[in-house]
């Protein structure tokens, strides 16, 4: 088994303040960017980063030197081909500590998200370290690709730690039977861009939202979002959650899309963490 390099946080991911996408707490302090205030999204091109255009992705270097992209970077998303990974161990494996809590939905502009009203109420463990969820939102279509497969859309768990490591649940979501915990999310989905996140009447249970087997893979790279910070630990589930097809539509009615694209591996290695390990 080839050896994964530790998980390095740069100071700069400490500092991550960006409230859009991937970053991972709303309440983060003074470095917010003017994602929060953008009346509408694409609406002010000159000042704000965007999914095309001249402040799309391939012009993010200019929102956060780490989204231009090098050789020695290790960015979000990748391309997963799941005939190179190589074996994980049993304490890689994600524990859930999630029951059902507040949560507020939020359209940042960019993405709709969801946050708890108490972050501590959902957590994860991997390795022995606790992370704490600080929101959830979806990208159309999926930014990872698995086996060079796009899902219709993709839902992002941001957590993060008490030392400030960030470790996102990536699951792709396909239509088909309804998500019932997902209901009221998707009903409350508006068109209207705010900083202040209105609360949902019904608690979520984020268990509802990842798959029950467990099968994903982990490997290091990046917020998908400018400042495009690196030192993210990602892992992403093979298999998909099914939400309705009228569901996706609320969704895609107001973020048609809003994927990075893949970004190159480079020297990074994924670590398949199986069922039942
Ligand atoms: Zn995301």
């Known amino acids: ?6 998980l390095a946080l740069s100071t700069a991911a400490l500092a991550i303040g960006a409230l859009a996408g991937c970053a991972p707490a709303a309440t983060t ?5 003017a994602a929060s205030a953008s009346p509408s999204p694409g609406a002010s091109a000159d000042a704000e980063w965007s999914y095309r255009g001249s402040n799309g992705p391939e012009h993010w270097g200019k929102f956060g030197a780490a989204c231009e992209n090098v050789d020695s970077s ?28 507040a949560f507020d939905i939020e359209n940042n502009g960019h993405t709709i998200e969801a946050i708890p009203e108490d972050p501590a109420a959902d957590s994860i ?14 990208h159309a279509s999926s930014e990872h690709t698995i086996d060079g ?7 992002h768990l941001v957590h993060k730690a008490e030392d400030g490591s960030v470790l996102v649940l990536g699951v792709m979501l396909q239509a088909g039977p309804a998500s019932t915990a997902l ?12 900083e202040k996140g209105t609360p949902l009447s019904h608690e979520i249970d984020p268990s509802a939202l990842i798959p029950a087997d467990g099968m994903s893979v982990q490997y290091d790279g990046s917020l998908t979002t ?4 690196e030192g993210v630990r990602w892992n992403v589930y093979l298999t998909p959650v099914t939400v309705s097809a009228e569901e996706l539509a609320a969704f895609t009615a107001v973020y048609p899309d809003n994927h990075r694209p893949v970004q190159p591996l480079h020297d990074r290695t994924l670590t398949e ?3 039942g390990v």
């Open 1 to 6: 088994m080839k050896i994964r390099p530790a």
């Open 29 to 33: 302090p003074a470095t917010t960017p």
């Open 74 to 101: 290790h960015e979000s998303p990748i391309a997963i081909d799941t005939s190179t990974v190589q074996m994980g161990t049993a304490a890689q494996k994600v524990v859930t500590h999630y029951a059902p809590a």
């Open 125 to 138: 463990e991997v390795n022995g370290k606790t992370y704490e969820l600080q929101q959830f939102h979806l």
């Open 149 to 155: 497969r796009t899902a219709p859309a993709e839902l």
């Open 183 to 194: 209901d009221e999310f998707f009903s409350s989905i508006t068109t209207t861009v705010s």
């Open 226 to 229: 400018p400042p495009c910070t």
């Open 273 to 275: 963490i199986p069922s």
